[in-house]
T-cell receptor, first 115, second 112 residues
Framework: EAQVTQNPRYLITVTGKKLTVTCSQN?????MSWYRQDPGLGLRQIYY???????DKGDVPEGYKVSRKEKRNFPLILESPSPNQTSLYFC??????????????FGDGTRLSIL | KNQVEQSPQSLIILEGKNCTLQ??????????LRWYKQDTGRGPVSLTI?????NTKSNGRYTATLDADTKQSSLHITASQLSDSASYIC???????????FGAGTILRVKS
């Protein structure tokens, strides 16, 4: 089954404790992206990757890092999490970039709470 | 500034009724417009993608329209079902760099 898998689905942690949210897709998609979703706001892009070893900042990259060492994986790293990073996070992938007519496939989200 | 605005913010309808959700955008230049359905606790799922030349596109009971001149789109849901209860997100691709601009969504609740 074609899917985007995120782990963990839920995480409660404390300020400053490094964490990684994994994202994996099995569709051989070139493009992958991370978003955060906060109440009353649309999805906001954190980072995106056009292909292996090619990553770029989205609209809200501060406090986050990503890597794309393999085509299928695109982990999101919070080196020193802070409470303002408490949010619902989505990973997405598509065959090609945002300007194409290819739909994005989203994971089911990771709910992070930073205390 | 490239923006996507959706209305209403939320909507409650009776099962079996039709409804229409609106999306206005200022994104320019325009590449395509997408509608996504997001069930509670799940990621968004694509319903339709429309390019500049398409003014109507259907996916089952969902029909999206696009007026590129007025920069407006609507999503019409026919004969609503309880499973249609979800958030519906309008997304426009375009602007410099061909980025996706997301609306805040319309929360639809269908009740029996």
């Amino acid at each position: 089954e074609a899917q985007v898998t995120q782990n963990p689905r839920y995480l409660i942690t404390v300020t400053g404790k490094k964490l990684t949210v994994t994202c994996s897709q099995n569709m051989n998609h070139e493009y992958m992206s991370w978003y955060r979703q906060d109440p009353g706001l649309g999805l906001r892009q954190i980072y995106y990757s056009m292909n292996v070893e090619v990553t770029d900042k989205g609209d809200v990259p501060e406090g986050y890092k990503v890597s794309r060492k393999e085509k299928r994986n695109f982990p999101l790293i919070l080196e020193s999490p802070s409470p303002n990073q408490t949010s619902l996070y989505f990973c997405a992938s598509s065959l090609s970039g945002e300007g194409s007519n290819q739909p994005q496939h989203f994971g089911d989200g990771t709910r992070l709470s930073i205390l | 500034k490239n923006q996507v605005e959706q209305s209403p913010q939320s909507l409650i309808i009776l099962e079996g009724k039709n409804c229409t959700l609106q999306c206005n955008y200022t994104v320019s230049p325009f590449s395509n417009l997408r509608w996504y359905k997001q069930d509670t606790g799940r990621g968004p799922v694509s319903l339709t993608i429309m390019t500049f030349s398409e003014n109507t596109k259907s996916n089952g009971r969902y029909t999206a329209t696009l007026d590129a001149d007025t920069k407006q789109s609507s999503l019409h849901i026919t004969a609503s079902q309880l499973s249609d209860s979800a958030s519906y997100i309008c997304v426009v691709s375009g602007g410099h760099g061909n980025k996706l601009v997301f609306g805040a969504g319309t929360i639809l609740r269908v009740k029996s």
